[in-house]
């Protein structure tokens, strides 16, 4: 059961990461999408 979490905590953790980087990309590439 708990591996089963820390699993689903570090896939939680790689999506927040992944969204994050492409908010960075849409502002730095497409500004007028900074406000996502």
Do not use: E, S, W
């Given at each position: 059961m708990?591996?089963?979490n820390n699993i689903?905590?570090?896939l939680n953790n790689t999506t927040k990461q992944i969204q994050?980087?492409?908010v960075k990309i849409n502002c730095t590439?497409?500004?007028d999408f900074?406000?996502?």
């Amino acid at each position: 059961m708990f591996v089963t979490n820390n699993i689903v905590h570090r896939l939680n953790n790689t999506t927040k990461q992944i969204q994050f980087l492409i908010v960075k990309i849409n502002c730095t590439f497409a500004p007028d999408f900074g406000t996502y």
